[in-house]
């Protein structure tokens, strides 16, 4: 909302549907740059129609997508700890402020991978099917994979890449 109302392109109109707490439907709209990006469980991920896949860079080739949990000032110390521990070791990270577009940027291969502490399953539940369907992985910062919609806790990224991300920011897991 920020984005949009400062005249950012980057925004996303997101819309996923959920069944039995997973889920299976996923559509982000950016309107401002021209991008839908949907995917349905067991159909693959789509950006304007053409299939989409993460990327298979290393962890120091990384483009990490980040976000900061402006709403919960009570995991700024956290998450900042795991900022602080993954910008060490990739080679760079993004702040773009539109969580949908952070993580179809990922399934996209845009990005290497995406983190970020206290979003709303309005954030995530779309964009989380489509990394999905692009192939990544995703978790909540713990490694459980059916619990980031509810927890607002997410690591997203590639198989190759995901272990060794959350590892990163596990030194902020307290």
């Known amino acids: 909302t920020a984005n949009f ?14 069944a039995e707490g997973r889920p ?6 950016a309107p401002m740059l021209g991008n839908t990006y949907s995917a349905r469980l067991g159909g693959g991920a789509t950006c304007n129609g053409l ?23 009570d995991l700024r110390a956290r998450y ?15 702040r773009v402020g539109a969580a ?5 940027w990922t399934a996209a291969g845009v990005y290497d991978g995406y983190f970020e502490l206290g979003l709303g399953p309005w954030d995530v539940a779309a964009g989380g099917v489509i990394v999905r369907e692009a192939g990544g992985v995703v978790t909540d910062w713990h490694g459980d994979d059916s619990d980031w919609l509810q927890s607002g806790d997410i690591v ?13 920011i596990g030194v902020a897991r307290s």
Not at 5 to 18: E, Q
Not at 24 to 29: E, F, I, M, S, T
Not at 56 to 62: G, L, N, P, T
Request: glycine share 10%.
């Open 156 to 168: 997203v990224a590639p198989p190759a890449v995901h272990p060794e991300l959350r590892r990163l």
């Open 51 to 73: 299939k989409i896949s993460v990327s298979s860079r290393e962890i120091s080739r990384a483009i990490v997508g980040v976000g900061f949990p402006f709403r919960r000032k």
């Open 80 to 94: 900042l700890e795991a900022f602080t521990s993954v910008q060490g070791s990739v080679e760079d990270l993004r």
């Open 24 to 29: 299976v439907v996923g559509v982000v709209h």
């Open 100 to 104: 949908s577009l952070d993580l179809c």
């Open 5 to 18: 109302l400062h005249g950012h392109p980057a925004v996303g109109v997101s819309i996923g549907l959920v």
